[in-house]
């Protein structure tokens, strides 16, 4: 396990290195401050809730969720695919210690989910301590099962079914046995699995992996290079081309089609906008105006960097124009896109129960857009 353990040696030291740098950024204080404030709101529903709350129902469909979106790790590099070649066949020992890095990581994913979890079910449920621990069990397995099936190249959606009857077991009050359905994929990962490193597939998953964690990161810490997911979206594209680009604003038309089209701007926003509805639902109109700068700063926060990073590849550096214009290109894109999230969450706070608070979070949303759009300069 040589080899594994020198990357995993590189890897520790980069995540301890950007940790140290997101620990100094003050962009981190608005993470601090909603975790917070989330953690009360959490508290006050449970609070509001008794048994007649489909605790169960909710927990059911988190075990259909574990199984999906995991992006496992390998450590496998480019230049592998050359150099590693005469040694497949006897580094087993590195396929060993992917597949331990990932199950403990899997872990570590059904513990989180079962932080929030836990509580509404004890609070909705009576539960033995058996059942419990069965359900701990069974979270933590179906998601090492859905990081280990990316690992080995089975479809997602072979764990699904598994995962369906261990749910019914919940329904069913038969919460004790769902375990056992969740034991079931490990068998047949175990005949699936790789007998060589299958190069090119775990090359695509690191990639994946990598660009997902420098996504996190670059919410802190400029990343230049980091690459984006964008999708072509005709009718958006359209409008854009029909209502900027005949205005002969070069900045705002490309910066407008990036952000339109990037799954880190307009899919952002959308996101946050309705996890912040479900926080508001959730906090009983509990200070529930206070939700609306929150989610808002939390856009912003990541809309910057976005900004840096085009910056580097976008064609807007090919134009003619000054760093100020494209500043104010992407400035006027920004502030409407958060004006108009503040609306629409300050709109639904005073339906969810707000008052006086509602008009106190669209004041603080305009400040916090302007302290983030200010530190593009």
Request: contains cysteine.
């Amino acid at each position: 396990m040589n080899r594994f353990t020198a990357r995993l040696g590189t890897w520790m030291e980069e995540v301890v290195k950007y940790s140290r740098y997101v620990a100094n950024g003050g962009l981190l204080f608005t993470l601090y401050f909603t975790l917070i404030y989330g953690a009360f709101v959490y508290n006050n529903f449970l609070e509001r809730i008794d048994g007649t709350f489909p605790g169960t129902w909710i927990a059911a469909g988190v075990l259909l969720l574990m199984p999906l979106g995991h992006r496992p790790r390998t450590f496998i590099q480019e230049a592998d695919q050359v150099f590693l070649l005469p040694e497949l066949g006897d580094i087993r020992s590195y396929m060993v210690g992917v597949r331990l890095f990932n199950l403990v990581f899997a872990a570590l994913r059904g513990l989180l989910v079962l932080l929030v979890l836990l509580p509404l079910l004890v609070r909705t449920e009576s539960y033995t301590s058996i059942e419990v621990l069965s359900v701990v069990v069974t979270m933590v397995m179906l998601s090492a099962a859905g990081r280990l099936a990316k690992v080995e190249g089975v479809r997602e959606w072979t764990i699904l079914p598994f995962a369906l009857v261990s749910s019914a077991c919940l329904l069913m009050d038969w919460t004790e046995w769902a375990w056992v359905p969740a034991f079931m994929p490990f068998v047949f990962l175990h005949v699936k699995r790789n007998e060589r490193i299958p190069l090119l597939h775990w090359l695509v998953l690191e990639e994946k992996s990598r660009a997902q964690f420098e996504r996190v990161i670059s919410w802190f810490v400029d990343l230049p290079t980091l690459k984006e997911e964008v999708r072509e979206r005709r009718v958006l594209t359209r409008l854009l081309e029909n209502r900027v680009l005949r205005r002969v604003d070069a900045s705002r038309y490309v910066y407008g089609l990036r952000i339109l089209r990037s799954n880190d701007s307009l899919d952002l926003i959308l996101r946050l906008t309705v996890v912040a509805l479900i926080v508001m639902w959730m906090s009983g109109g509990w200070y529930v105006g206070l939700v609306t700068p929150l989610f808002v700063g939390l856009t912003a926060l990541q809309l910057v960097p976005l900004f840096k990073r085009l910056e580097a590849i976008s064609i807007v550096s090919w134009l003619p124009i000054t760093r100020d214009e494209q500043i104010a290109g992407y400035s006027w894109w920004a502030m409407r896109l958060l004006v108009i999230q503040s609306i629409v969450l300050v709109i639904a706070s005073i339906a969810f129960g707000a008052t006086w608070d509602a008009a106190v979070g669209l004041v603080l949303s305009v400040m916090v857009t302007r302290y983030y759009l200010n530190r593009l300069n």
